[in-house]
């Protein structure tokens, strides 16, 4: 079955660099573009990046601002999010979301990892 | 950039009865609307896609209908595990920050 594993989360400091990863597996991934979408504490939900399926083609939510950067590996079926300078307004649980289609563009999201929790406090 | 409005923000029904959660969005979508299904500390879970296109494993109770800027997810006989939060997003165009509603908690009274 289709399977979203996020990894990497935890509790930073304000201003320090984290990298999240989402291994993939039950499926071509080849075949899928993926996203990041992240989720504040009781807050909605948030797009963050989306990776194309050969990791050409990447684009950032407006507030990212060049502090995030995201990546994949397909030799081992992983996406990376890298985040630098965090803020307290980064805290939130991240996930990554399975696009249907190949490119990176809107889309909607059949299959979500079980999100890593990013806290970010001094 | 396209501004997605959910309404009620909150919904109690009884077991059994119907929910209607309503979704605007800013201008037209051409179709291109997502339901998703969030209980407390998982993931979402998409529901619909294409307006009104059931996700695999969903059950015929879950609908979605709707046109233009106006849609509507409906939930019939509503069970205690239907108890979450419901978020309508857009998949027409960018940017991806601002692609979901805010969200409508439906409680099972």
């Known amino acids: ?122 | 950039e396209i501004v997605l409005t959910q309404s009620p923000a909150t919904l109690s029904v009884s077991p059994g009865d119907r929910a209607t959660l309503s979704c605007r969005a800013s201008q037209s979508l051409s179709g291109k609307l997502a339901w998703y299904q969030q209980t407390p500390g998982q993931a979402p879970r998409l529901l619909i896609y294409g307006t009104s296109i059931r996700a695999t494993g969903i059950p015929a109770r879950f609908s979605g209908s709707g046109s233009g800027t106006e849609f509507t997810l409906t939930i019939t006989s509503l069970q205690s595990e239907d108890s979450a939060v419901y978020y309508c997003q857009q998949y027409k165009s960018w940017p991806p920050g601002r692609a979901f509603g805010q969200g409508t908690k439906v409680e099972i009274k």
């Open chain 1, 1 to 122: 079955q289709v399977q979203l594993v996020a990894s990497g989360g935890g509790v930073v400091q304000p201003g320090t660099s984290l990298r999240l990863s989402c291994v993939a597996s039950g499926f071509t991934f080849t075949d899928h573009a993926i996203h990041w979408v992240r989720q504040a504490p009781g807050k909605g939900l948030e797009g963050v990046a989306i990776v194309s399926y050969d990791g050409n083609n990447i684009y950032y939510a407006d507030f990212v601002r060049g502090r995030f950067t995201a990546s994949r590996d397909n030799s081992k079926n992983t996406v990376y999010l890298q985040i630098k300078s965090l803020r307290d307004e980064d805290t939130a649980v991240y996930y990554c979301a399975r696009s249907p289609y190949a490119i990176a563009s809107a889309a909607y999201f059949d299959n979500w990892g079980q999100g890593t929790l990013v806290t970010v406090s001094s």
